[in-house]
């Protein structure tokens, strides 16, 4: 079974740079197209980035284009989001979450298997 741990959460200033890391554990996590999934106060959850499992394949949130980038190293069984200029819209929880069936990247959650419990990012405005 699967189980995804995300890490590199935390309280940045606006304008400041992050990357989140999700490792994965008991499967290989590069057979499985994996997403970034965030949840702000009082809103429903967004799709921000994603990427296919050969990691030839990206995409991304058009409040996100230009700023964030994922990436995939699975040697390491773990997927990155390196997060620029950070926002306070930017704000919330973000989940990583896999499938292992989804050809290419996408941002719709309903697709996603196995989610990981998240970590907190905070751009104060």
């Known amino acids: 079974q699967l189980q995804l741990a995300e890490s590199g959460g935390g309280l940045v200033q606006p304008g400041g740079s992050l990357r989140l890391s999700c490792t994965a554990s008991?499967?290989?996590?590069?057979?499985?197209?994996v997403g970034w999934i965030r949840q702000a106060p009082g809103k429903g959850r967004e799709g921000v980035s994603s990427i296919s499992s050969s990691g030839q394949t990206t995409n991304y949130a058009d409040s996100v284009k230009g700023r964030f980038t994922i990436s995939r190293d699975d040697a390491k069984n773990t997927v990155y989001l390196e997060m620029n200029n950070l926002k306070p819209e930017d704000t919330g929880t973000y989940h990583c979450a896999a499938d292992p069936h989804y050809v290419g990247a996408t941002l719709e959650t309903y697709e996603f298997d196995y989610w990981g419990r998240g970590t907190q990012v905070t751009a104060p405005s």
């Open positions: 008991g499967s290989t996590l590069g057979s499985y197209t």
